[in-house]
C-alpha cells in the first residue's frame, strides 16, 4: 500500500521559510514506515512565489509595494506549488491514501484543495486531514465531499491503525481520535493524545537540501510535547505536556548532523532550559558544532549554570517570549506565572548571545499605552523587538469568548497579517504603525551597533545620510516631522504612507534614548 503525505502551499503575504520542515508529518512517517511504501511530499516548496489574489482589499494601500527600511509587506502570494504542479505530482506518485497537514485554520482551503484534486484524479485515492484545524473543526471539514477521514489530536498511532486496518479490511471504530462518515452521519471522536512519548524519527526520509538557513541547512527538533500552561490567546489544542527521552534526543540530533543539517530550531512550545534534561543535552551539544536557534521562544527561566551552558553549546539567537510588560495584562492572558521578567532578561543578556523579545499588539485588553510602555522598555534593552499582531486563534479562549459575543468570525481573518482590530482603541492604520515604529527601533539599533559609540539624534542622522540617502529622508520625516513615507521607485518621489499620528507622537513623546542590540551603546533622543 502506498501513502503519501502532503504538506500543502500557503497563501499570505509572507512565509517563515526557514521554519517549512514538515516535521509533524515525519512523525506519521517514521510510525508507518514498517506497514507500507509512505513517502513525504512538501508542496510549500518551490523555487520562486506565485503572484495570487488577496483577499483583503481593505489592506492594499497598508501593504503597498513602495520602498522603506520600515516596510512591512507588498505582495499577497502563494508560497508553494500551484494546483497544475500538484496534479502532476499526485499523478505521478498515485498513493492508495493521501495524507494532508492542516495546522493552520487560515489555510484550511489550501489544504483541502489537495483532497479535491486527490479525488479528481481518483476518487478511490482515500483522504485524510489532520492538524490543528480538523482536530479544533472535525464536522465542518468532514462535511467536504473529497474528505474521508479526519484525525484528531496526536496522529501518529490513529494514522498507523488506520493504514492496517484498511489493509485488512478490518472495522476502523477503534481507531482513537479517527472521525469518519457512516451513512451520512458523520461520526467525532475526541481528541487523541498518545501516552507514550517516543522519539524515533527517520530523518532520512526528509533530505536538507530546501531547507537552507544561510550557507547550511537547518531543520527542527523537539525535546517534549505540549504545555503546561494555558494562555489566553493559544489555540493548541490542550494535550498533556511530556518530554522525551534525553538519549532519544541526543539521537534525533545525531541523525541531523549525519545528513549535513547544521542548525537546529528547536520547536517546544514550553523549552525550559533551566531543566536537567536540557542542560545534559546542552552539555552533550556543545562539541558538535551545531548552531542553535529556538524560534518559538523559550521559557523565561535562568540561573547561573545555564548561563554558561547557552554559550557553550552554540546558540545563535534566543527568542523570549514577553507579551507586554503590563503586570495586569500578563494576569488577563494567564501569563502572569512569569514573573520578574525585567531581571530574568538582564540575565539572559548576561550570557551575550543575541536577544530577541516577542510580544503583542493588539491584545483585547491592551491600550495604546501599554503597547508605548513594552515598546519603550525593549528600545532601551540590549535586545531586537519582536513584535506580533494579534489573531483570533481558533481554539483559544479568547475565540470563544469572541463567538459567544459576536456570533461568528471569517476565519481567513485567523492571521497576524490580517491586522483585524480585536477593540476600539484600534484600527489596521495603527496596528501596522506600532509594527513599523518596532523596526524603526530595530534599525536604529543597528545602526547604534555599527558605529560602536553613542550618538546624538544629529549623529544618528548624519551616520545614515553617509551610507542611504534614501533611508535618510524616511527617517527624518520620521524623527523630525512624525509623518511615515516611503519611496516610490517608479516615479522617484517620496509619499505619505498610511500611518496613525498618535501612535508616533505617543513614541516619541516618550522616547529617550534606543540601546543597541550588540552593543551597550546608546543614542539619545532629547
Same mark, same amino acid.
Given at each position: 500500500?502506498?501513502?503519501?503525505?502532503?504538506?500543502?502551499?500557503?497563501?499570505?503575504?509572507?512565509?517563515?521559510?526557514?521554519?517549512?520542515?514538515?516535521?509533524?508529518?515525519?512523525?506519521?512517517?517514521?510510525?508507518?514506515?514498517?506497514?507500507?511504501?509512505?513517502?513525504?511530499?512538501?508542496?510549500?516548496?518551490?523555487?520562486?512565489?506565485?503572484?495570487?489574489?488577496?483577499?483583503?482589499?481593505?489592506?492594499?494601500?497598508?501593504?503597498?509595494?513602495?520602498?522603506?527600511?520600515?516596510?512591512?509587506?507588498?505582495?499577497?502570494?502563494?508560497?508553494?506549488?500551484?494546483?497544475?504542479?500538484?496534479?502532476?505530482?499526485?499523478?505521478?506518485?498515485?498513493?492508495?491514501?493521501?495524507?494532508?497537514?492542516?495546522?493552520?485554520?487560515?489555510?484550511?482551503?489550501?489544504?483541502?484543495?489537495?483532497?479535491?484534486?486527490?479525488?479528481?484524479?481518483?476518487?478511490?485515492?482515500?483522504?485524510?486531514?489532520?492538524?490543528?484545524?480538523?482536530?479544533?473543526?472535525?464536522?465542518?471539514?468532514?462535511?467536504?465531499?473529497?474528505?474521508?477521514?479526519?484525525?484528531?489530536?496526536?496522529?501518529?498511532?490513529?494514522?498507523?491503525?488506520?493504514?492496517?486496518?484498511?489493509?485488512?479490511?478490518?472495522?476502523?471504530?477503534?481507531?482513537?481520535?479517527?472521525?469518519?462518515?457512516?451513512?451520512?452521519?458523520?461520526?467525532?471522536?475526541?481528541?487523541?493524545?498518545?501516552?507514550?512519548?517516543?522519539?524515533?524519527?527517520?530523518?532520512?526520509?526528509?533530505?536538507?537540501?530546501?531547507?537552507?538557513?544561510?550557507?547550511?541547512?537547518?531543520?527542527?527538533?523537539?525535546?517534549?510535547?505540549?504545555?503546561?500552561?494555558?494562555?489566553?490567546?493559544?489555540?493548541?489544542?490542550?494535550?498533556?505536556?511530556?518530554?522525551?527521552?534525553?538519549?532519544?534526543?541526543?539521537?534525533?540530533?545525531?541523525?541531523?548532523?549525519?545528513?549535513?543539517?547544521?542548525?537546529?530550531?528547536?520547536?517546544?512550545?514550553?523549552?525550559?532550559?533551566?531543566?536537567?534534561?536540557?542542560?545534559?543535552?546542552?552539555?552533550?551539544?556543545?562539541?558538535?558544532?551545531?548552531?542553535?536557534?529556538?524560534?518559538?521562544?523559550?521559557?523565561?527561566?535562568?540561573?547561573?549554570?545555564?548561563?554558561?551552558?547557552?554559550?557553550?553549546?552554540?546558540?545563535?539567537?534566543?527568542? @523570549? *517570549? &514577553?507579551? /507586554?510588560?503590563?503586570?495586569? !495584562?500578563?494576569?488577563?492572558?494567564?501569563? $502572569?506565572?512569569?514573573?520578574?521578567?525585567?531581571?530574568?532578561?538582564?540575565?539572559?543578556?548576561?550570557?551575550?548571545?543575541?536577544?530577541?523579545?516577542?510580544?503583542?499588539?493588539?491584545?483585547?485588553?491592551?491600550?495604546?499605552?501599554?503597547?508605548?510602555?513594552?515598546?519603550?522598555?525593549?528600545?532601551?534593552?540590549?535586545?531586537?523587538?519582536?513584535?506580533?499582531?494579534?489573531?483570533?486563534?481558533?481554539?483559544?479562549?479568547?475565540?470563544?469568548?469572541?463567538?459567544?459575543?459576536?456570533?461568528?468570525?471569517?476565519?481567513?481573518?485567523?492571521?497576524?497579517?490580517?491586522?483585524?482590530?480585536?477593540?476600539?482603541?484600534?484600527?489596521?492604520?495603527?496596528?501596522?504603525?506600532?509594527?513599523?515604529?518596532?523596526?524603526?527601533?530595530?534599525?536604529?539599533?543597528?545602526?547604534?551597533?555599527?558605529?560602536?559609540?553613542? @550618538? *546624538? &539624534?544629529? /549623529?544618528?542622522?548624519?551616520? !545614515?545620510?553617509?551610507?542611504?540617502?534614501? $533611508?535618510?529622508?524616511?527617517?527624518?520625516?520620521?524623527?523630525?516631522?512624525?509623518?511615515?513615507?516611503?519611496?516610490?521607485?517608479?516615479?522617484?518621489?517620496?509619499?505619505?504612507?498610511?500611518?496613525?499620528?498618535?501612535?508616533?507622537?505617543?513614541?516619541?513623546?516618550?522616547?529617550?534614548?534606543?540601546?543597541?542590540?550588540?552593543?551597550?551603546?546608546?543614542?539619545?533622543?532629547?
Amino acid at each position: 500500500m502506498k501513502v503519501l503525505l502532503i504538506q500543502p502551499p500557503i497563501e499570505d503575504y509572507y512565509t517563515t521559510k526557514i521554519r517549512s520542515y514538515p516535521l509533524g508529518l515525519l512523525f506519521i512517517a517514521s510510525k508507518v514506515s514498517d506497514i507500507c511504501d509512505v513517502e513525504i511530499v512538501d508542496l510549500r516548496h518551490s523555487k520562486k512565489p506565485l503572484k495570487s489574489i488577496s483577499p483583503f482589499d481593505e489592506l492594499n494601500d497598508i501593504y503597498n509595494p513602495h520602498y522603506s527600511p520600515f516596510s512591512l509587506f507588498h505582495t499577497y502570494q502563494r508560497y508553494g506549488k500551484s494546483n497544475e504542479e500538484i496534479r502532476d505530482i499526485i499523478s505521478l506518485k498515485n498513493p492508495d491514501i493521501i495524507g494532508i497537514s492542516s495546522l493552520f485554520t487560515t489555510y484550511f482551503e489550501e489544504a483541502v484543495e489537495i483532497a479535491k484534486i486527490a479525488k479528481e484524479i481518483d476518487k478511490s485515492m482515500i483522504t485524510v486531514m489532520g492538524g490543528n484545524h480538523p482536530t479544533l473543526f472535525p464536522e465542518d471539514v468532514l462535511r467536504y465531499d473529497c474528505v474521508d477521514f479526519v484525525i484528531r489530536g496526536e496522529g501518529e498511532l490513529p494514522f498507523k491503525l488506520l493504514v492496517e486496518n484498511i489493509k485488512k479490511g478490518k472495522s476502523l471504530f477503534e481507531v482513537p481520535g479517527l472521525c469518519y462518515k457512516d451513512n451520512g452521519t458523520i461520526e467525532i471522536k475526541k481528541i487523541y493524545t498518545d501516552a507514550d512519548c517516543n522519539l524515533n524519527l527517520k530523518r532520512e526520509m526528509i533530505q536538507k537540501d530546501s531547507y537552507r538557513y544561510g550557507k547550511g541547512f537547518i531543520a527542527p527538533a523537539l525535546t517534549s510535547k505540549g504545555c503546561p500552561h494555558r494562555c489566553y490567546f493559544c489555540g493548541k489544542p490542550a494535550v498533556k505536556f511530556r518530554r522525551f527521552e534525553t538519549e532519544d534526543i541526543k539521537k534525533d540530533l545525531k541523525k541531523l548532523i549525519d545528513l549535513g543539517f547544521d542548525t537546529v530550531d528547536f520547536e517546544d512550545d514550553y523549552l525550559d532550559l533551566t531543566s536537567p534534561q536540557i542542560k545534559d543535552m546542552l552539555k552533550w551539544i556543545s562539541d558538535k558544532n551545531l548552531r542553535l536557534t529556538a524560534m518559538n521562544g523559550v521559557v523565561p527561566k535562568i540561573d547561573s549554570e545555564t548561563i554558561k551552558l547557552v554559550r557553550d553549546a552554540g546558540f545563535q539567537r534566543i527568542n @523570549l *517570549s &514577553l507579551v /507586554d510588560i503590563s503586570e495586569d !495584562i500578563q494576569k488577563e492572558t494567564n501569563r $502572569d506565572q512569569f514573573s520578574g521578567f525585567n531581571e530574568i532578561l538582564d540575565d539572559f543578556i548576561k550570557t551575550g548571545i543575541p536577544i530577541e523579545v516577542h510580544f503583542i499588539l493588539g491584545l483585547p485588553y491592551q491600550t495604546e499605552n501599554d503597547i508605548l510602555n513594552t515598546m519603550i522598555y525593549l528600545a532601551e534593552k540590549k535586545v531586537l523587538l519582536g513584535p506580533s499582531v494579534y489573531y483570533l486563534s481558533p481554539g483559544s479562549p479568547a475565540f470563544k469568548n469572541f463567538l459567544s459575543e459576536n456570533g461568528n468570525f471569517n476565519l481567513k481573518y485567523a492571521r497576524s497579517s490580517a491586522l483585524l482590530p480585536s477593540n476600539n482603541y484600534f484600527t489596521p492604520v495603527k496596528l501596522a504603525t506600532y509594527m513599523k515604529l518596532s523596526r524603526f527601533i530595530n534599525y536604529v539599533k543597528s545602526v547604534i551597533d555599527s558605529t560602536l559609540s553613542d @550618538l *546624538s &539624534l544629529t /549623529d544618528l542622522l548624519k551616520e !545614515i545620510e553617509n551610507k542611504n540617502p534614501l $533611508d535618510y529622508e524616511i527617517l527624518k520625516s520620521l524623527i523630525i516631522e512624525k509623518r511615515v513615507i516611503s519611496f516610490q521607485k517608479q516615479s522617484r518621489k517620496f509619499q505619505v504612507d498610511p500611518f496613525d499620528r498618535d501612535a508616533v507622537s505617543g513614541l516619541f513623546n516618550k522616547l529617550k534614548f534606543i540601546k543597541g542590540h550588540k552593543s551597550n551603546n546608546v543614542c539619545h533622543f532629547c
